[in-house]
């Protein structure tokens, strides 16, 4: 059964970084394309970034030069690097994985994905 869980997120002040990190069990993260989303309440699901089984990278505009995504396959986990955070980027944070072919199309920013996160929340404000 795949089951991913999220960590790192918390209150920082604008300016500052937080890593979170999505841990997965019961599959083997080079399988799919991993994916970061945030969501707020009453808000849609935006794609925050993704990365692929080559280790390529994709983000969205709003966070690109700020969010780095990486992955250690060997450990299974998936990790967003944060940096120059903004009160924009307050939001829950969920890691997602989805067929590769989303990475390959840039679909991922559109798609739900196949299995989910429980969510860490960030939290940027002065």
């Known amino acids: 059964q795949v089951q991913l869980a999220e960590s790192g997120g918390g209150s920082v002040q604008p300016g500052g970084s937080l890593r979170l990190s999505c841990a997965g069990s019961?599959?083997?993260?080079?399988?799919?394309?991993m994916v970061w989303f945030r969501q707020a309440p009453g808000k849609e699901r935006e794609g925050v970034a993704a990365?692929?089984?080559?280790?390529?990278?994709a983000y969205a505009g709003s966070v690109k030069g700020r969010f780095t995504i990486s992955q250690d396959n060997a450990k299974n986990t998936l990790y967003m690097q944060m940096n120059s955070l903004k009160p924009e980027d307050t939001d829950m944070y969920y890691c997602?994985?989805?067929?590769?072919?989303?990475?390959?199309?840039?679909?991922?920013?559109?798609?739900?994905?196949?299995?989910w996160g429980q969510g860490t929340q960030v939290t940027v404000s002065s």
């Open positions: 997602a994985a989805m067929s590769l072919r989303n990475c390959y199309t840039g679909s991922w920013l559109h798609q739900r994905g196949d299995y």
């Open positions: 019961g599959y083997t993260y080079s399988r799919y394309c």
């Open positions: 990365i692929d089984d080559n280790g390529n990278k």
